[in-house]
């Protein structure tokens, strides 16, 4: 099968049930936004990212989305992000440019872990998947 099919190809209508998942209210969003912060001890920017939310439809509607919120109070809660104007391209953006940077720290880390621990990890890994069987 083509790996270039869009998803009525590969499942065309009635062969498959596809579920649309509801988006949160306004107010799960905020309490989502509110517990999130509280666990980073940043609480004090609750409103600061809700209100930068509510005035940027695009993000509003991206917030919607559990994943996608968790990730804006991310990038909405950094130093020196400006929210003004940013679309949904310039969030996923500042998304891969934190992703990529969060990777550097994690290859340094990565770089210090020797064959043998690697070895021994891939035992355990292969360990486990056979119990899981």
Not at 34 to 49: C, F, G, I, P, W
Not at 69 to 79: D, E, F, R
Request: with cysteine; charged share 20%; aromatic share 6%.
């Amino acid at each position: 099968m083509s790996s270039s099919l869009l998803p009525w190809q590969l499942f065309p209508i009635g062969k498959a049930i596809v579920y649309d998942i509801a988006g949160l209210s306004p107010d799960s969003i905020r309490s989502f936004v509110e517990r999130r912060l509280a666990a980073k001890s940043k609480s004090d920017q609750s409103d600061h990212v809700i209100r930068k939310l509510e005035r940027n439809a695009d993000l509003y509607r991206m917030a919607g989305n559990p994943f996608l919120l968790g990730l804006l109070i991310h990038i909405i809660s950094m130093p020196n992000t400006l929210i003004e104007g940013m679309t949904r391209a310039n969030v996923y953006g500042e998304i891969v440019n934190w992703i990529v940077a969060h990777g550097r720290d994690v290859m340094s880390v990565s770089e210090r872990i020797s064959g043998n621990d690697l070895k021994a990890l891939e035992e355990i890994a292969c360990t486990a998947a056979s119990i899981r069987s």
